[in-house]
């Protein structure tokens, strides 16, 4: 019988050889699955022999992973602020960018929010977070895809959280009329060009949603319309908290100007390029 160490071993090899990055920590993710263990205990059995049950169960998971499809929809789930959400086709995986964008979204409004407007909501996990950060909080969580919304619903109930959020089918503020107006208005947009997606990974351009990720106008539409849109479902004072791509801070913030927002600040990412835009309308 193979040990646990002879097949991590030839796991990573073989992802390795299909291109996957970080062949060796994937291939511990797809082991501890199957084994039902944190992955750092894998490192304290090395030596415990696999059945053939076991080694049924892992080839399944080892073949999807080397087609590129991503490590997230493999598992089922990945960890978000904290929190576990279902990941799978319907919807964009959640990446660090997001989670830095709930962090510093922590620091910069004034006061707990009561009422938080997720646009382009996904698998929830901007929402959810903002709703475990503050448990006075309710949300609307928008999406255009009915498949999106289904996943969102699944977390929702997973995490216990969904009598405090409203999922609403909707494209941005479309479906919106007769909401009060909010706190906190959130968004990681469609924000790719044409030539990022045509150029991105295959685990991107085959398997996620195409529409969640690519942008028209240079990657800027959907950033543009959430700005241009915002007035009105904005409390005074309330702030406005964009994920960007890295070459959109500096039009999107002269597009803000001209919707009315006096106050605009832009942030980086974990490597430094300004990420994030953050808005307040300033009163006259």
Excluded at 43 to 59: H, M, V
Excluded at 111 to 118: F, K, Q, S, V
Aim: glycine share 8%; aromatic share 6%; with cysteine.
């Amino acid at each position: 019988m193979l040990t646990l160490l002879e097949v991590l071993r030839r796991t990573a090899d073989y992802l390795g050889s299909k291109g996957v990055e970080s062949p060796r920590l994937e291939a511990e993710w797809l082991l501890a699955s199957v084994l039902g263990l944190k992955r750092l205990d894998l490192y304290l059995q090395f030596e415990r022999p696999l059945g053939e049950g076991e080694l049924d169960a892992l080839r399944p998971l080892v073949r999807r992973r080397a087609g590129r499809e991503p490590l997230q929809y493999v598992l089922g789930e990945t960890e978000f602020c904290g929190l576990t959400l279902k990941t799978d086709r319907r919807a964009l995986i959640p990446r660090p960018e997001t989670e830095r964008l709930a962090e510093l979204v922590g620091r910069r409004v004034n006061g707990p929010p009561g009422r938080i407007l997720d646009l382009g909501t996904g698998t929830g996990a901007l929402a959810f977070a903002l709703l475990h950060t503050w448990p006075e909080a309710v949300a609307v969580a928008v999406d255009r895809s009915d498949e999106a919304l289904s996943l969102a619903r699944e977390n929702a109930v997973a995490l216990g959280l969904v009598e405090r959020v409203k999922l609403v089918c909707s494209d941005w503020y479309a479906g919106l009329a007769g909401e009060e107006p909010f706190d906190l208005i959130v968004a990681n947009p469609p924000y790719l060009t044409a030539e990022e997606w045509r150029t991105a990974e295959p685990e991107v351009r085959e398997y996620e949603p195409r529409e969640a990720l690519e942008a028209e106008r240079s990657g800027l539409a959907a950033l543009e319309a959430v700005v241009a849109g915002a007035g009105p479902f904005l409390r005074a004072g309330g702030l406005v908290a964009l994920e960007t791509g890295v070459e959109h801070c500096e039009p999107l913030a002269d597009h803000a100007a001209r919707h009315g927002f006096g106050a605009v600040e832009a942030e980086t990412d974990y490597h430094e390029r300004d990420r994030y835009l953050f808005l307040r309308i300033t009163e006259c």
